[in-house]
């Protein structure tokens, strides 16, 4: 009797010799200041790979024989150089989808992206409608990336992405997005909102609720076959049946993260300093970093399921993500915080201390994460709802007054002064994009 082949996850768990696809933040530069953004992004690091650097990297991964990679950041497309950029990826063989807000895909542009065979475009929407998605993104996003999303289709680009992150204010609009991708001829892509960057801040004010998580589960299972989900709802996975795509925490295994400047991160949602690898810029570049970093071989070997192994959907959810564990200050073997079988919430309730911070702050100055309502404000006075928790990471220390545990924070929010460079208050200074009305 021959002994049965392992699963694909079982295989993966060890890792590849090249990531699968990896994420690649060109830049920390932004037009926008989405309060749940991945890597706090605003402001331009002047450390930034230059493209000679970029390009070094891309062939790296030729040789490594890495199939696509997914370029975000920040906007990537207001680098100077991002189309030389993507055409050089290109030319050497790795395939290039890209997140963008929209405010750079013009009639010409789009018609330009339509007709390359190795390059998916994904435009960020997380409303289905203008008050949803603008209280997240910012004001104008929405038309925005409506008006990207209509040249796209004008120019015949079938097939591009609409990228969705699941917020308690959008799990209703689920429909709604479908619709919205239906009539671009567009493909629906919902990712989960994690509290990683300025995610940390707002989490607990956006992360679904539990009966919300259940609404999403028995959505995709019912009417999810052709939306991507990718990896990031295998903790859904202890409802019972597994759904499609990775049912494991990739981290280091087969994805991780190349920052603006060369440094490499065990996962897009873990950019700390616990989960740094090595940096591009370092001997021996990207492959040592994926190969022999003690990082990533620590993260290769047999992972013990701590509290969660005894659990019955252990099997099914893995345990569930590793930065939403590391940011919402839980053990990385214990529960998920979103956990659907109650254990999350309970480990929250009982943790203590500090929240681990995201590492780095690119905000634009002066910004403060702000809270975020949709509908009519709370009458003056109001307070939260009974157990409520503080936004992460603003627990005080130990004995100090109330507030002092927002003090002292990496990065310059709050900060006076008058930025020495135009693009560091705001990278698209000058830029004026053709803005006619939205089509309907």
């Given at each position: 009797?021959?002994?049965?082949?392992?699963?694909?996850?079982?295989?993966?768990?060890?890792?590849?010799?090249?990531?699968?696809?990896?994420?690649?933040?060109?830049?920390?530069?932004?037009?926008?200041?989405?309060?749940?953004?991945?890597?706090?992004?605003?402001?331009r690091?002047?450390?930034?790979?230059?493209?000679?650097?970029?390009?070094?990297?891309i062939?790296?991964?030729?040789?490594?024989?890495?199939?696509?990679?997914?370029?975000?950041?920040g906007?990537?497309?207001?680098r100077?150089?991002?189309?030389?950029?993507?055409?050089?990826?290109?030319?050497?063989?790795?395939?290039?989808?890209?997140?963008?807000?929209?405010?750079?895909?013009?009639?010409e542009?789009?018609?330009?992206?339509?007709?390359?065979?190795?390059?998916?475009?994904?435009?960020s929407?997380?409303?289905?409608?203008?008050?949803?998605?603008?209280a997240?993104?910012g004001?104008?996003?929405?038309?925005?990336?409506?008006?990207?999303?209509?040249?796209?289709?004008?120019?015949?680009?079938?097939?591009?992405?609409?990228?969705?992150v699941?917020?308690r204010h959008?799990?209703?609009?689920?429909?709604?997005?479908?619709a919205?991708a239906?009539?671009?001829?567009?493909?629906?892509?919902?990712?989960?909102?994690?509290?990683?960057g300025?995610?940390?801040?707002?989490?607990?004010?956006?992360?679904?609720?539990?009966?919300?998580?259940?609404?999403?589960?028995?959505?995709?299972?019912?009417?999810g076959?052709?939306?991507?989900?990718?990896?990031?709802?295998?903790?859904l996975?202890?409802?019972?049946?597994g759904?499609?795509?990775?049912?494991?925490?990739?981290?280091?295994?087969?994805?991780?993260?190349?920052?603006?400047?060369?440094?490499?991160y065990?996962?897009?949602?873990?950019?700390?300093?616990?989960?740094?690898?090595?940096?591009?810029?370092?001997?021996?570049?990207?492959?040592?970093?994926?190969?022999s970093?003690?990082?990533?071989?620590?993260?290769?070997?047999?992972q013990?399921?701590?509290?969660?192994?005894?659990?019955?959907?252990?099997?099914?959810?893995?345990g569930?993500?590793?930065?939403?564990?590391?940011?919402?200050?839980?053990?990385?073997?214990?529960?998920?915080?979103?956990c659907?079988?109650?254990?999350?919430e309970?480990?929250?309730a009982?943790?203590?201390?500090?929240?681990?911070?995201?590492?780095?702050?690119?905000?634009?100055?002066?910004?403060?994460?702000?809270?975020?309502?949709?509908?009519?404000?709370?009458?003056?006075?109001?307070?939260?709802?009974?157990?409520?928790?503080?936004?992460?990471?603003?627990?005080?220390?130990?004995?100090?007054?109330?507030?002092?545990?927002?003090?002292?924070r990496?990065?310059?929010?709050?900060?006076?002064?008058?930025?020495?460079?135009?693009?560091?208050?705001?990278?698209?200074?000058?830029?004026?994009?053709?803005?006619?009305?939205?089509?309907?």
């Amino acid at each position: 009797m021959t002994a049965a082949a392992p699963s694909l996850v079982q295989e993966f768990r060890h890792g590849l010799a090249a990531p699968i696809c990896l994420t690649w933040e060109l830049t920390y530069a932004c037009n926008l200041s989405c309060v749940h953004c991945l890597s706090s992004s605003g402001r331009r690091d002047p450390r930034e790979l230059s493209t000679q650097e970029c390009k070094r990297v891309i062939d790296e991964l030729e040789r490594m024989q890495v199939f696509y990679v997914n370029i975000g950041g920040g906007e990537p497309t207001v680098r100077a150089d991002f189309w030389e950029l993507l055409d050089y990826a290109t030319a050497h063989h790795v395939g290039v989808k890209f997140s963008t807000n929209g405010v750079k895909i013009t009639p010409e542009i789009a018609a330009r992206l339509a007709a390359s065979d190795y390059v998916d475009v994904q435009i960020s929407l997380d409303g289905a409608t203008a008050e949803v998605n603008d209280a997240v993104r910012g004001p104008g996003s929405y038309a925005t990336a409506l008006r990207a999303m209509q040249h796209l289709a004008d120019a015949g680009f079938a097939g591009f992405k609409i990228s969705v992150v699941m917020t308690r204010h959008n799990v209703d609009q689920l429909d709604a997005f479908r619709a919205i991708a239906d009539r671009f001829g567009a493909q629906l892509r919902i990712t989960r909102l994690r509290p990683s960057g300025r995610g940390a801040d707002v989490w607990d004010e956006l992360h679904p609720t539990a009966a919300q998580q259940r609404q999403l589960y028995d959505w995709l299972v019912a009417r999810g076959e052709s939306v991507l989900t990718g990896d990031s709802f295998f903790h859904l996975a202890g409802f019972g049946e597994g759904l499609p795509g990775l049912n494991m925490c990739g981290a280091g295994r087969v994805v991780c993260l190349i920052d603006p400047v060369g440094d490499v991160y065990a996962c897009p949602f873990a950019i700390h300093d616990a989960f740094l690898a090595g940096n591009v810029r370092a001997p021996g570049g990207f492959a040592r970093v994926w190969r022999s970093s003690e990082l990533f071989t620590s993260l290769r070997t047999e992972q013990s399921g701590g509290a969660c192994a005894s659990c019955s959907a252990y099997d099914a959810c893995q345990g569930g993500c590793m930065a939403a564990k590391f940011f919402t200050g839980l053990p990385l073997d214990g529960p998920d915080p979103e956990c659907v079988r109650g254990f999350g919430e309970q480990a929250l309730a009982a943790s203590a201390g500090e929240v681990p911070r995201p590492s780095g702050d690119h905000s634009h100055r002066g910004r403060r994460p702000v809270p975020v309502r949709i509908g009519p404000r709370p009458a003056a006075g109001a307070r939260p709802a009974a157990g409520a928790r503080p936004a992460a990471g603003a627990r005080p220390a130990a004995g100090a007054p109330d507030g002092a545990g927002t003090a002292g924070r990496a990065g310059t929010a709050g900060r006076a002064g008058v930025p020495d460079r135009a693009c560091y208050q705001s990278p698209l200074a000058g830029f004026r994009p053709d803005l006619p009305p939205v089509p309907r």
